[in-house]
């Protein structure tokens, strides 16, 4: 079955960094594009950023732009995210997504605090 998980976050002050990693399984990964998505508490899910199956058209969020880099490694069923000059309004709970297969992850806490 599909299997989505993802790895990477914890405790970070502000103006620091993470890569969070989200590793497929259960679907042929390089013919799905993919996304990330965060909930902040309270707050809806919202889109992170996007990358196509090979990795050439790649969206972000406003709130992330330039801060915030997704790739894929299609050999290893792997997608990232990686986070740098981190914010407090960026702890959220993010999550791996799979569009196409309306399949989630379990999530991975980010929380940005001094």
């Known amino acids: 079955q599909v299997r989505l998980v993802e790895s990477g976050g914890g405790l970070v002050q502000p103006g620091g960094s993470l890569r969070l990693s989200c590793e497929a399984s259960g679907f042929t990964f390089s013919a799905y594009a993919m996304s990330w998505y965060r909930q902040a508490p309270g707050m809806g899910r919202e889109l992170v950023a996007h990358i196509s199956t090979a990795g050439y058209s790649i969206r972000y969020s406003d709130s992330v732009k330039g801060r915030f880099t997704i790739s894929r490694d299609n050999a290893k069923s792997t997608v990232y995210l990686q986070m740098n000059s981190l914010q407090p309004g960026d702890t959220a709970v993010y999550y791996c997504?799979?569009?196409?297969?309306?399949?989630w992850g379990q999530g991975t806490q980010v929380t940005v605090s001094s």
């Open positions: 997504y799979a569009p196409a297969l309306t399949s």
